[in-house]
């Protein structure tokens, strides 16, 4: 079984502040997506990342793929109140189909 | 284009009662996946249904069961609801066999709340 553990749980910052959320696992993945998700709405890509060390930038989101396919971040520079939400890391295994293992989920509080 | 729907949006039902949940995937798009998400255990995936033929089943018992018709369009059904269904139940296209790198587009989910 794939598991992913995203770091922290919880997170509460002030306007303006960095961050960086965490995605770890001891399994190797093919892809990995990160999601943001708002009261009463489903999740919503981010991005997809798919080579190990790849770097992708979002705006003020950056996006890491660990070298080993195991582990991924996302760095929030100078965040906003709309940025607040459920971010949800994904990971794509080698299975027939297209089943997604997602973490726990970090929720992200941006106080103005 | 229009994107995922699901209906109901909310839905209240009482313990052993059954209950089925619909999804329309974007137009074009024949895989749907079905993911619960609760507060304890995040979202975890039921199954997934690709030409009317299921490709993908996780870890829940046999109360819970699917089906995907001719138009991609995907129902699922709870039967002898407890308690601890209550959860929002998310539906999930994708075109063919893109999710792992193109990701999922997920509906806005039913709620459901078993008392």
């Known amino acids: 079984t794939q598991l992913l553990e995203q770091s922290p749980q919880f997170l509460s910052i002030q306007e303006g502040e960095n961050l960086t959320v965490y995605c770890n696992s001891s399994s190797v993945f093919s892809s990995l997506q990160w999601y943001r998700q708002e009261p009463g709405e489903g999740p919503v890509l981010l991005v997809t990342?798919?080579?190990?060390?790849e770097v992708k930038k979002l705006k003020r989101l950056t996006f890491q793929f660990g070298d080993a396919r195991k582990d991924s971040s996302l760095h929030i520079t100078a965040a906003q109140p709309g940025d607040t939400g459920l971010y949800l890391c994904?990971?794509?295994?080698?299975?027939?189909?297209?089943?997604?293992?997602f973490g726990g989920g970090t929720r992200l509080m941006v106080k103005p | 284009k229009a994107g995922v729907t699901q209906t109901p949006r909310y839905l209240i039902k009482t313990r052993g009662q059954q209950v089925t949940l619909s999804c329309s995937p974007i137009?074009?798009?024949?895989?749907v996946s079905w993911y619960q998400q609760t507060p304890g255990q995040g979202l975890q995936f039921l199954f997934e249904y690709f030409s009317e033929t299921q490709r993908n089943k996780g870890n829940f018992p046999g109360r819970f069961s699917g089906r995907q018709f001719s138009n991609s369009r995907s129902e699922m059904n709870v039967s002898t609801l407890e308690l601890g269904d209550s959860a929002l139940y998310l539906c999930?296209?994708?075109?063919?066999?893109?999710?792992?790198?193109?990701?999922?587009?997920f509906g806005s989910g039913t709620r459901l709340t078993v008392v």
């Open positions: 994904a990971g794509g295994g080698h299975n027939a189909g297209n089943m997604l293992t």
């Open positions: 990342v798919v080579t190990g060390g």
């Open positions: 999930a296209s994708s075109l063919e066999m893109r999710a792992p790198v193109a990701g999922y587009t």
């Open positions: 137009s074009g798009h024949r895989s």
